[in-house]
């Protein structure tokens, strides 16, 4: 356990637990706070100094009190192990384009393929279309067939087929 920085009286730990021992004054040893959940689904808990509270989230408090101070234009990223998880491990300061491009990639969380909100085709119809997708007088469907059958424009089908869309899809 370690001192959090600017806040006496409390500690984390390594497992991304915070303690005080501010709040229970009989108790010989810190005590373990209970952090809640907020919106966006990161936990978050309440400290006091001087005579304030301050709602902070446990993840920057992990990565503050063992790693240091947050480096000018940077912010705290959780690693594959999820949001919810504030072990010093799933944790490190990074740039925004890693927050929210690599990051939201490796957990399956980025708006692309039938994730996006806007998505008309599946991965299962996206092979079926590179499959069956032939050349006219090559034996398979042209693009004008697949988009009929698909109900998706034309342009859409040549964006599959020449892997300028859903390029995430083998």
């Not at 936990?43 to 301050?54: M, P, S, T, W």
């Not at 384009?97 to 399956?108: A, E, P």
Request: charge should be positive; include cysteine; glycine fraction near 10%.
């Amino acid at each position: 356990m370690k001192p959090v920085p600017n806040f006496p009286g409390y500690f984390a730990d390594e497992s991304g637990n915070i303690y005080s021992n501010r709040l229970w004054k009989t108790a010989k040893s810190p005590q373990k706070m209970v952090p809640y959940l907020n919106q966006a689904g990161y936990l978050r808990i309440r400290l006091r100094r001087d005579g304030k509270h301050h709602e902070r989230l446990v993840h920057q408090i992990i990565l503050e009190t063992f790693v240091g101070p947050r480096p000018k234009g940077m912010e705290s990223c959780h690693g594959p192990k999820g949001r919810r998880n504030n072990s010093l491990s799933n944790l490190c300061w990074g740039t925004r384009i890693k927050n929210l491009g690599t990051d939201k990639v490796r957990d399956g969380t980025a708006n692309i393929g039938e994730q996006h909100p806007q998505a008309r085709l599946n991965g299962l119809q996206i092979r079926i279309i590179r499959q069956t997708y032939k050349p006219w007088g090559h034996g398979g469907l042209t693009q004008e067939a697949l988009a009929a059958v698909f109900h998706v424009p034309q342009v859409h089908i040549s964006r599959i087929v020449h892997r300028k869309a859903w390029s995430n899809i083998p």
